[in-house]
């Protein structure tokens, strides 16, 4: 069979794309996405299963059994079919040469950082631009080759990271400059012009990898610096986490901080510990001022004294 146009993905995010694109573009002849009896779908961000979405809209859906998408079945799928444009939505591996050598027009994902590609190579782009306070994101959308996040540009646009920005809302950020570009895409490709720009100027550069445990907050650290973590890892993430008094039995994970005050004298407070309790939302000293809890999961609540390392 072939199939003129695929999705790729296993998040929340896959769905929302291909909505979009039912309602605006085409309807996708293909979903593929991961068996979820068989892949520890615990490890993907957001996942979310697209079974259901694809029988309500009667689209024909393929689960790899291995995310490498290296097993026999998989194998045997992509051999025995043929696929001209397929577009990457929520799939945190590279996909295999054989399947890219597959799709005629090629397979196309999307990837950026503050700056232009090859800079901002590697993993969690989003997580690491608000993390280090970056102001800018240049989302790619761009052609796969068997490397990482490769130069190869049919498109690109630009959003502002601001100070409210959380990894979702950047997520939505990133889904609206998409839409626009998997427009465009599937336009050119079905005008037979899809054109690659493979030339830059810039830099190689990877984020690494990031890990739940990455997500531990330092209180000594400067207020910005928290603030940025916590937004950077909350909600679809694992979040951000510390323990109570030393014991790494007692982990509170926190969803949501927002810098409180610079100015107050805390002095008479440990750094990480509760100064006051109001409303349920724990105030506590940071190196440099103070941060409001808004949201965080304990076996226990928070009270006045208890310290956050």
Same mark, same amino acid.
């Given at each position: 069979?072939?199939y003129k146009?695929?999705?790729i993905?296993?998040?929340?995010?896959?769905?929302?794309m291909?909505?979009?694109?039912m309602?605006h573009?085409?309807?996708?002849?293909?979903i593929?996405?991961?068996?979820?009896?068989?892949v520890?779908?615990?490890?993907?961000?957001g996942?979310?299963?697209?079974?259901?979405?694809?029988?309500?809209?009667?689209?024909?859906?393929?689960?790899?059994?291995?995310?490498?998408?290296?097993?026999e079945?998989?194998?045997?799928f992509?051999?025995?079919?043929?696929?001209e444009?397929?577009?990457?939505?929520?799939w945190?591996?590279?996909?295999?040469k054989?399947?890219l050598?597959?799709?005629s027009v090629?397979?196309?994902g999307?990837?950026?950082?503050c700056? =232009?590609?090859? =800079?901002?190579?590697?993993?969690?782009?989003?997580n690491?631009?608000?993390?280090?306070?970056?102001?800018?994101?240049?989302?790619?959308?761009?052609?796969?080759d068997e490397?990482?996040?490769?130069?190869?540009?049919?498109?690109?646009?630009?959003?502002?990271?601001n100070?409210?920005d959380?990894?979702?809302?950047?997520? =939505?950020k990133?889904?609206?400059c998409?839409?626009?570009?998997?427009?465009?895409?599937?336009?050119?490709?079905e005008?037979?012009?899809?054109?690659?720009?493979?030339?830059?100027?810039?830099?190689?550069?990877?984020y690494?990898?990031?890990t739940?445990k990455?997500?531990k907050i330092?209180f000594?650290?400067?207020?910005?610096?928290?603030?940025?973590l916590?937004?950077?890892?909350?909600?679809?993430?694992?979040g951000?986490y510390?323990y109570?008094?030393?014991?790494?039995?007692?982990?509170?994970?926190i969803?949501?901080?927002?810098p409180f005050?610079?100015?107050?004298?805390?002095?008479?407070y440990e750094?990480?510990?509760?100064?006051?309790?109001?409303?349920g939302?724990?105030?506590?000293?940071?190196?440099?001022g103070?941060?409001?809890?808004?949201? =965080?999961d304990?076996a226990?609540?928070?009270?006045?004294?208890?310290?956050?390392q």
């Amino acid at each position: 069979m072939n199939y003129k146009f695929v999705i790729i993905g296993a998040k929340d995010t896959t769905i929302t794309m291909a909505k979009y694109v039912m309602a605006h573009v085409r309807k996708p002849d293909c979903i593929i996405t991961v068996d979820e009896s068989s892949v520890n779908t615990k490890n993907i961000s957001g996942y979310a299963s697209v079974e259901q979405f694809a029988r309500d809209n009667g689209i024909e859906i393929f689960k790899v059994k291995d995310y490498s998408m290296k097993d026999e079945e998989s194998r045997m799928f992509f051999e025995s079919n043929t696929f001209e444009l397929g577009v990457s939505m929520g799939w945190q591996r590279l996909i295999p040469k054989y399947v890219l050598d597959r799709f005629s027009v090629g397979i196309f994902g999307f990837h950026g950082s503050c700056g =232009y590609l090859p =800079y901002g190579k590697g993993r969690s782009p989003l997580n690491w631009s608000i993390i280090k306070g970056d102001e800018r994101f240049i989302l790619n959308c761009f052609k796969y080759d068997e490397k990482a996040d490769s130069p190869n540009v049919f498109a690109k646009r630009m959003f502002q990271i601001n100070e409210f920005d959380t990894i979702r809302t950047l997520q =939505y950020k990133n889904l609206l400059c998409s839409y626009e570009m998997v427009s465009e895409l599937v336009k050119c490709a079905e005008a037979g012009n899809v054109n690659i720009n493979r030339e830059s100027k810039d830099y190689e550069f990877f984020y690494e990898k990031r890990t739940p445990k990455d997500g531990k907050i330092d209180f000594k650290g400067r207020t910005r610096d928290i603030y940025n973590l916590v937004r950077g890892v909350t909600k679809p993430f694992p979040g951000a986490y510390v323990y109570v008094n030393g014991d790494e039995e007692q982990v509170v994970n926190i969803w949501s901080l927002v810098p409180f005050d610079s100015i107050m004298d805390f002095s008479a407070y440990e750094v990480g510990e509760v100064i006051e309790v109001l409303d349920g939302l724990p105030i506590v000293r940071t190196l440099d001022g103070s941060v409001l809890i808004r949201e =965080y999961d304990s076996a226990e609540e928070l009270k006045v004294g208890d310290v956050l390392q």
